[in-house]
């Protein structure tokens, strides 16, 4: 089975400050991985994903990850964040190939809190 | 286009007591998805409706169950409740076909059981 872990619970960091937050995954032959935000009381919203080809993604609201297949992770930045990034991001993988391709496994999320 | 809407959006249920909660997915989709996501966790999948059939079923008991009707909208039923299955529980769809690569997700109903 699929597993993510996100090494961070939280993170702390200063207005337009770059900001990375890790994410690495259990190996499997093809993965997709995906990078989602949640606001408080809110439902997911799709940031980022890497189905195949350049492991260089870029998504919405300036966000970028990378995918390194050696080191399986999918780490996920931005270089310079804003108070309205203050949210709850979840790395997530499924296996396009495997017994689950119908469900995301997500990792336990990281708070990034942006401080003024 | 109103996305993936879910009702209600909180609940309060008393321990044994049965729930019912709803998803209508976006326009278009056919397939709709389940997570529970517990404070503090990752959401995690319940199970998922194709074709008005469970296509797909995670690591939950049967108390947990489902349907999908030709509208493509879905109920997630859980019964007996118990004071572990306070959540945010959330409802993603998405077209068949796309697998998880276009799934999108609703607000979610928070449920309380006390």
């Known amino acids: 089975a699929q597993s993510v872990t996100q090494l961070d619970s939280q993170v702390p960091v200063f207005e337009e400050a770059p900001v990375e937050l890790r994410c690495n995954y259990s190996?499997?032959?093809?993965?997709?991985l995906f990078w989602y935000v949640q606001y408080p009381n809110q439902g997911l919203q799709l940031l980022l994903k890497?189905?195949?080809?350049?492991?260089l993604v870029k998504g919405i609201n300036g966000f970028e990850a990378e995918f390194n297949k050696s080191q399986t992770s999918f780490h996920l930045r931005k270089p310079s964040v804003h108070i309205s990034d203050t949210a709850e991001y979840f790395c997530?993988?499924?296996?396009?190939?495997?017994?689950?391709?119908?469900?995301?496994?997500f990792g336990k999320g990281t708070k990034l809190s942006v401080i003024p | 286009d109103a996305g993936v809407t879910q009702s209600p959006t909180h609940l309060i249920k008393t321990r044994g007591q049965q729930v019912t909660l709803r998803c209508s997915p976006k326009?278009?989709?056919?397939?709709v998805s389940w997570y529970q996501q517990a404070l503090g966790q990752g959401p995690q999948f319940i199970f998922q409706?194709?074709?008005?059939?469970?296509?797909q079923r995670g690591n939950f008991p049967d108390r947990f169950s489902g349907h999908q009707f030709p509208n493509y909208s879905s109920e997630l039923n859980v019964n007996a409740l118990l004071l572990g299955d306070s959540a945010l529980y959330l409802c993603?769809?998405?077209?068949?076909?796309?697998?998880?690569?276009?799934?999108?997700f609703g607000q979610g109903t928070r449920l309380t059981v006390v």
């Open positions: 993603a769809s998405s077209a068949s076909g796309t697998g998880t690569t276009e799934a999108f």
């Open positions: 190996s499997s032959v093809s993965v997709y």
């Open positions: 890497y189905l195949s080809g350049s492991t």
């Open positions: 997530a993988v499924s296996d396009p190939q495997g017994a689950g391709s119908y469900q995301l496994t």
């Open positions: 326009s278009g989709h056919d397939t």
């Open positions: 409706y194709y074709e008005e059939e469970e296509r």
